[in-house]
């Protein structure tokens, strides 16, 4: 039998290959979060029943029975010698500390319940081959299946401070038998060996004779052998922090909380400490670890996201519809009104979270004018559906993209399609979540006129008349007296519009809400989480004739550093209103830098570079610059 050897590639060109890997540097900044994720998806597509099961546990292994550690640590050390730049000798500096210990920390990361991968591993466009030795190619045949180029596979390699990745597997073969295979793949820099040969980045361990997988399990160690159908990943060296167990499961969770409510998945982590399934997904998004653990790797918006979504799916006040797109064919959406929610969408394919907007087609999903807080779960529900938001899928799995499509005429009906999807999306959320007109709305503007503060927490007196600073809307009735004109209702939260009315000669702030609604501070400006806002109001203040100013009133849900940015409604997107002056505060770019504390109501009065009197949108993200 052969015994499995690791090799480098031979580098006949010459050519040049640094540590800077494309595949791999996609997944440094949350390697735990990241490997999750895609591991995850790479399992499901390889389901043969559900739930499908995953384990992630890390094993102490003798640094003597890492296959192939005596050639990785001279590539390693002759790596070192050679290294030019701080950032590779760093490198090589730790993973030869990590080589020189007794023991090595591996993750092995297992799947039940799948079809394992498939070879033999020296056939190309084998689900083995394809993993191992494939480029930009999926190693998944189905083409509604969630994998679409295979790029995933290089997150195991982020978090592996060798990065030097193990396969094994068991899988049945065309005659129904079962098959083993295991092959390890490192990869270092090109350099030149012991020998004086030169060498390329990637090194094989397994069969020399072609850099295929070793079949006998009696020729790898213990540890890598397994029996059940399905596969196995072992990233050695990997790099243990603390709480890297809950990094793995807030993402699982927030990725993966359609499958594991639907029992088509189920995950283990760290020897059974972190249990994710069916049972247990509702009560995990509220774990304080669980939160702690995405607000280390500044995912915790992303999570509060997947709650809501969540929250959506289980909930029977959501309304559920199965809607025909032209295009697509039949898509559900599931839309959920409620207070406190951030008006987002969010779009799953193949039981994992893909995106929350559509920009590639023309609309960031981000503004919905005139409709009351909810939040959208969608997904296809025609196989022709899924395979078309598959095949443009990005190779993260987080955007679509027509461009991705090589077809001119594929390319143009995906256009289509999703344009159709976004127009049908946005009538059946206008249907489900539309405003209806409020009774009342507090009204900042006559605080000044009363001793208490409106903005105070004085419990109601049942005894007392009418809150003064409650408008009350009535049905109209016939006065002498001239009423005031009302404008069209934009719900509680909704940004004001200018609201002006005549009186006497004069011009007054009108009360009444304008048409330009507000989204409640949800919206999303590049990759910063929003603060919400409760009890949203703008007005022009009273006296000024300019259309230069406007008072804006919020409450806070959070305590911490701000930037409020105003803009002008747009019906898919706003325009910036760059504010010059501020009465609270500090300018930065166009927007206000200001402390907020959570529940104490803010008055804000600012002034434009231009005159706008049309209604404005607000909203509030994290300050980075003042909370740095």
């Not at 409020?438 to 109601?460: I, K, M, N, S, Y």
């Not at 760059?578 to 803010?602: C, F, H, M």
Request: with cysteine; aromatic share 8%.
């Amino acid at each position: 039998m052969t015994k499995g050897v690791l090799e480098f590639l031979p580098n006949q060109a010459g050519e040049s290959e640094g540590l800077g890997d494309a595949g791999i540097e996609t997944f440094r900044d949350n390697p735990y979060a990241s490997c999750g994720r895609e591991a995850g998806q790479n399992s499901a597509d390889a389901a043969v029943s559900h739930p499908v099961r995953m384990t992630f546990d890390v094993l102490d292994v003798e640094t003597s029975q890492v296959p192939g550690v005596e050639v990785l640590s001279q590539t390693v050390d002759r790596c070192l010698a050679d290294a030019k730049q701080e950032k590779d000798e760093d490198f090589f500096k730790q993973a030869a500390s990590l080589l020189a210990l007794p023991t090595t920390k591996i993750l092995k990361i297992s799947d039940f319940n799948t079809k394992g991968l498939a070879g033999p591993s020296s056939v190309e466009g084998t689900p083995f081959h394809s993993l191992l030795k494939g480029a930009g190619v999926s190693n998944n045949k189905t083409e509604t299946s969630g994998g679409s180029f295979g790029i995933g596979k290089n997150a195991s390699f982020a978090i592996s401070d060798l990065q030097t990745v193990f396969y094994s597997t068991a899988y049945r073969d065309n005659a129904g038998e079962t098959r083993f295979a295991a092959q390890g793949k490192s990869r270092m820099v090109s350099h030149v060996d012991c020998s004086g040969a030169k060498r390329r980045a990637t090194g094989y361990w397994g069969n020399p004779d072609g850099y295929v997988a070793i079949e006998d399990p009696e020729q790898v160690p213990e540890w890598m052998r397994r029996t059940e159908v399905g596969t196995s990943i072992f990233c050695a060296g990997f790099r243990q922090t603390e709480g890297w167990a809950w990094s793995i499961a807030y993402s699982l969770l927030t990725n993966f909380f359609a499958a594991l409510h639907r029992d088509r998945m189920a995950f283990e982590i760290n020897d059974g400490e972190i249990k994710l399934n069916h049972n247990t997904v509702a009560a995990l998004f509220n774990d304080a670890r669980i939160i702690a653990a995405a607000d280390a790797d500044g995912q915790r918006g992303q999570l509060d996201f997947s709650r809501d979504l969540f929250n959506c799916l289980i909930s029977p006040d959501a309304t559920d519809i199965e809607q025909d797109v032209q295009g697509l064919g039949k898509m559900h959406f599931r839309v959920l009104v409620a207070d406190g929610l951030p008006k987002r969408v969010g779009i799953v394919r193949n039981g994992m979270l893909i995106t929350s907007e559509l920009q590639q087609f023309g609309d960031k999903l981000q503004r919905f004018v005139g409709t009351r807080e909810f939040v959208a779960f969608v997904e296809p529900l025609a196989d022709k559906a899924s395979k078309l938001m598959k095949s443009i899928e990005n190779p993260r799995h987080d955007s679509f993209s027509a461009n991705r499509l090589s077809d001119p005429a594929k390319r143009e009906a995906a256009e289509v399609a999703m344009k159709q999807l976004i127009q049908e999306l946005r009538r059946k959320i206008q249907q489900a979540a539309a405003i209806e007109e409020d009774d009342e709305v507090t009204l900042d503007e006559l605080a000044r006129f009363f001793a208490e503060d409106a903005t105070g927490p004085t419990p109601p007196d049942p005894n007392a008349e009418n809150d003064p600073e409650k408008y009350i809307y009535k049905p109209a009735r016939k006065a002498k007296t001239q009423a005031l004109k009302p404008q069209e209702n934009a719900g509680e939260d909704g940004g004001g519009g200018t609201g002006e009315t005549q009186e006497k000669g004069g011009q007054r702030s009108g009360d009444q809400k304008g048409p330009g609604a507000g989204t409640d501070g949800t919206g999303t400006h590049g990759k910063v989480p929003p603060l919400r806002l409760r009890g949203l109001r703008t007005a022009i203040p009273v006296g000024a004739t300019d259309a230069l100013k406007r008072t804006v009133w919020f409450t806070p849900t959070v305590s911490g550093n701000a930037l409020v940015q105003l803009e002008a409604t747009g019906l898919n997107s706003g325009e910036l209103l760059p504010v010059v002056s501020t009465s609270s505060g500090s300018l930065r770019k166009g927007n206000v830098a200001i402390q907020l504390t959570e529940g104490v109501r803010v008055a804000l009065e600012v002034t434009f570079d231009a005159p706008y009197s049309g209604p404005v949108e607000v909203f509030a993200t994290a300050e980075t610059e003042i909370a740095a």
